[in-house]
T-cell receptor
Framework: AQKITQTQPGMFVQEKEAVTLDCTYD???????LFWYKQPSSGEMIFLIY??????QNATEGRYSLNFQKARKSANLVISASQLGDSAMYFC????????????FGKGTTLSVSS | DSGVTQTPKHLITATGQRVTLRCSPR?????VYWYQQSLDQGLQFLIQ???????AKGNILERFSAQQFPDLHSELNLSSLELGDSALYFC??????????FGPGTRLTVL
């Protein structure tokens, strides 16, 4: 069965430091996509970054990068130079290319950035 | 702003009632997804429509139904509401196999 596991319920980091949010996934499919979303306290879901299973390079989007280790089935999010506005819940999600293209989400990690 | 709109933003109703949540996808997106976010279940996929046709079903209760109209907007109908249906309901849209963009959500409170 497809599953996303985020083992860190909460993470704390100081401004300007880098932080890694862990995500492991389980699927027997060869074709899949991995996503990270940010959910601030206001509730909206903001797309951050995407990695396809066949992409050889790690995805990067500004201060966000995805550390994709296919053999270990991990897709960790790295946020460089944390900012106070990064404080939010972060969700890892997987899309498996079967019938439909819905996302399976992990339980999320709450990131708190302090000054 | 993701370009996905949802109405209403908040909805308060009583047990046993029926409500309709509305979603307009981003321009050009043919796929619409509905998700439910609750404290105990987390974020769960409910149902997907693609260009008016049901594409996939997730953990959607029989009391819930959805449709996508020719103009691609979608509605999620929740009936015989129970206290446990209180949640944040998200609509998302995408082009095929690309990232999904989420609307602001509808917060449903069942009293």
């Amino acid at each position: 069965a497809q599953k996303i596991t985020q083992t860190q319920p909460g993470m704390f980091v100081q401004e300007k430091e880098a932080v890694t949010l862990d995500c492991t996934y389980d699927t027997s499919d060869q074709s899949y996509g991995l996503f990270w979303y940010k959910q601030p306290s206001s509730g909206e879901m903001i797309f951050l970054i995407y990695q396809g299973s066949y992409d050889e390079q790690n995805a990067t989007e500004g201060r966000y990068s995805l550390n994709f280790q296919k053999a270990r089935k991990s897709a960790n999010l790295v946020i460089s130079a944390s900012q106070l506005g990064d404080s939010a819940m972060y969700f890892c999600a997987m899309r498996v290319n079967q019938a439909g293209t819905a996302l399976i989400f992990g339980k999320g990690t709450t990131l708190s950035v302090s000054s | 702003d993701s370009g996905v709109t949802q109405t209403p933003k908040h909805l308060i109703t009583a047990t046993g009632q029926r409500v309709t949540l509305r979603c307009s996808p981003r321009s050009g997106d043919l796929s619409v997804y509905w998700y439910q976010q609750s404290l105990d279940q987390g974020l769960q996929f409910l149902i997907q429509y693609y260009n008016g046709e049901e594409r996939a079903k997730g953990n959607i209760l029989e009391r819930f139904s959805a449709q996508q109209f020719p103009d691609l907007h979608s509605e999620l109908n929740l009936s015989s509401l129970e206290l446990g249906d209180s949640a944040l309901y998200f609509c998302a849209s995408s082009t095929e196999n690309n990232e999904q963009f989420f609307g602001p959500g509808t917060r449903l409170t069942v009293l």
